[in-house]
Nanobody, 126 residues
Framework: QVQLEESGGGSVQSGESLRLSCGFS????????MAWFRQAPGKGREGVAS???????TYADSVKGRFTIARDDAENTLYLQMNTLKPEDTAMYYC????????????????????WGQGTQVTVSS
């Protein structure tokens, strides 16, 4: 059974960096379309970045140039490097996986993802 567990969240100042980790168990992370989502209080779940089995990546416009999604196949772990953080990045961040190898044109839609972690909180103060 696939399970995901996020870690690495915390409270930082605007402009600082954080790296989130997602431990993947029950299969190999490089066999799945993987993604990070976030959800701020009172808002819907928003896709942040995705990576498929070929390492093709997709990013939300709001994080392009600041966030990097990466996969460590040896560690079976997904990462999200977040630089130049802004207060509007404050949210609960979730790791997710699809059963498919490829992501699709809807790769940042939460509705198409099959597995979810419990989330890790990121708070950015100005």
């Amino acid at each position: 059974q696939v399970q995901l567990e996020e870690s690495g969240g915390g409270s930082v100042q605007s402009g600082e960096s954080l790296r989130l980790s997602c431990g993947f168990s029950g299969d190999r992370v490089n066999r799945h379309c993987m993604a990070w989502f976030r959800q701020a209080p009172g808002k819907g779940r928003e896709g942040v970045a995705s990576v498929d089995g070929t390492t093709f990546t997709t990013y939300a416009d709001s994080v392009k140039g600041r966030f990097t999604i990466a996969r460590d196949d040896a560690e079976n772990t997904l990462y999200l490097q977040m630089n130049t953080l802004k207060p509007e990045d404050t949210a609960m961040y979730y790791c997710s996986a699809r059963t498919s190898y490829y992501c699709s044109a809807s790769s940042l839609s939460p509705a198409v993802f099959d597995y979810w972690g419990q989330g890790t909180q990121v708070t950015v103060s100005s």
